[in-house]
């Protein structure tokens, strides 16, 4: 269940093999079904139909249906977050550091099941606030929270004048995800046949790095 501070608890169980097998079965079966029929399609008993468990089991597990969602959209967060490989490092080559980050971005943010994911929690966001709250934290403010360790880092290091790593890690993001992961939500192509891929990729990092330049 979520409780009134944001805050996502469920009951929790004993750690055994087939305890978390049939845990990572259960959030498997609900992320296909979520985003085959959304939020408001998917019951627990075709979640239980799919895996061959029980509505009790899902229940001590996530507590609800919603504990269900919402522990099937912080798994795919983590999934998102370490596909995109935040570096940890300064780097040598600030330039063409951001530009691979950028292309992971960019591919991670127009991925069909990721669209789709968001979709799913758009349409529930009004109806379950404290969701959206554990969405939002566990994906894109703990993200935005990598990326402006990392700006700072260079800060620091005189590599960068960025006294604000927070506001530049939204700037870059939105720089490069922005209009095409939009253009993908609205089922469209991420890019129109006028802009090419690498030369967007590459005009923001450098339109980036001159703002905040040593």
Same mark, same amino acid.
């Given at each position: 269940?979520?409780?009134?501070? /944001? &805050?996502?608890?469920?009951?929790?169980?004993?750690?055994? !093999?087939?305890?978390?097998?049939?845990? %990572?079965?259960?959030?498997?079966?609900?992320?296909?079904? #979520?985003?085959? &029929?959304?939020?408001?399609?998917?019951? $627990?008993?075709?979640?239980?139909?799919?895996?061959?468990?029980? &509505?009790? !089991?899902?229940?001590?597990? @996530?507590?609800? &249906?919603?504990?269900?969602? +919402?522990?099937?959209?912080? =798994?795919?967060?983590?999934?998102?977050? +370490?596909?995109? =490989?935040?570096?940890?490092?300064?780097?040598?080559?600030? =330039?063409?550091?951001?530009? /691979? #980050?950028?292309?992971?971005?960019? !591919?991670?943010?127009?991925?069909?099941?990721? $669209? +789709?994911?968001?979709?799913?929690?758009?349409?529930?966001? *009004?109806? #379950?606030?404290?969701?959206?709250?554990? *969405?939002?934290?566990?994906?894109?403010?703990?993200?935005?929270?990598?990326?402006?360790?990392?700006?700072?880092?260079?800060?620091? *290091?005189?590599?960068? %004048?960025?006294?604000?790593? /927070?506001?530049? +890690?939204?700037?870059?993001?939105?720089?490069?995800?922005?209009?095409?992961?939009?253009?993908?939500?609205?089922?469209? !192509?991420? @890019?129109?046949?006028?802009?090419?891929? %690498?030369?967007?990729?590459?005009?923001?990092?450098?339109?980036?790095?001159?703002?905040?330049?040593?």
């Amino acid at each position: 269940m979520i409780n009134d501070n /944001h &805050k996502l608890t469920w009951p929790c169980c004993p750690a055994t !093999s087939r305890g978390e097998q049939r845990r %990572d079965a259960f959030l498997q079966a609900a992320r296909a079904i #979520f985003l085959e &029929k959304g939020y408001a399609g998917t019951s $627990i008993d075709e979640v239980v139909q799919r895996t061959g468990g029980s &509505k009790a !089991s899902v229940y001590k597990y @996530f507590g609800s &249906k919603e504990g269900l969602f +919402a522990a099937m959209f912080a =798994e795919r967060c983590q999934a998102f977050l +370490a596909q995109l =490989e935040i570096p940890n490092d300064v780097s040598d080559d600030l =330039e063409q550091t951001l530009t /691979h #980050f950028a292309q992971r971005v960019l !591919s991670a943010s127009v991925d069909a099941e990721r $669209i +789709a994911m968001i979709r799913a929690l758009a349409s529930e966001a *009004a109806r #379950f606030p404290d969701l959206a709250h554990m *969405a939002y934290n566990t994906g894109p403010k703990y993200g935005l929270g990598l990326l402006a360790d990392f700006l700072e880092r260079h800060h620091h *290091a005189g590599v960068i %004048d960025c006294p604000h790593p /927070h506001i530049a +890690a939204i700037q870059f993001m939105e720089m490069i995800k922005g209009h095409v992961q939009w253009r993908a939500l609205l089922g469209l !192509s991420p @890019f129109p046949e006028h802009i090419d891929r %690498d030369d967007y990729v590459k005009d923001a990092v450098r339109t980036f790095l001159r703002g905040y330049q040593a």
